[in-house]
């Protein structure tokens, strides 16, 4: 499956985003998706994720409570809304296609990542 992220840009501390992540030659509906982060000088970490069927979700503590996944599976498509954004937020937010076997998804079983998109968070 190949994934395209979009929707990062400038945004103002407590404003929002929403990102988007696109499939293609493969239906999304067969994989757990997850949105990574990657800030300059640290490791990718996952940020939240989504079961296939769209069931369970999950978040990490930092971003908790200002996060939304959502998929569209029609559309192929996984939405991530991003609440009351704070500068440290700023990294490139990577989509990525991920194995069912581990919940939530390691780096370890992705499948496939997108491009990755731009966040950045100015004070």
């Known amino acids: 499956v190949q994934l395209q992220a979009s929707g990062g840009g400038l945004v103002q501390a407590g404003g929002s985003l929403r990102l988007s992540c696109a499939a293609s030659e493969r239906a999304i509906s067969s994989y757990t998706v997850g949105w990574f982060r990657q800030a300059p000088g640290k490791d990718r970490e996952l940020v939240a994720a989504i079961r296939r069927s769209g069931t369970a979700t999950y978040y990490s503590a930092s971003m908790k409570g200002r996060l939304t996944i959502s998929r569209y599976n029609a559309k192929n498509t996984v939405y991530l809304e991003m609440n009351s954004l704070k500068p440290e937020d700023t990294a490139v937010y990577y989509c990525?296609?991920?194995?069912?076997?581990?919940?939530?998804?390691?780096?370890?079983?992705?499948?496939?990542w997108g491009q990755g998109t731009q966040v950045t968070v100015s004070s």
């Open positions: 990525a296609a991920a194995s069912s076997v581990y919940w939530p998804p390691q780096i370890s079983s992705i499948a496939s």
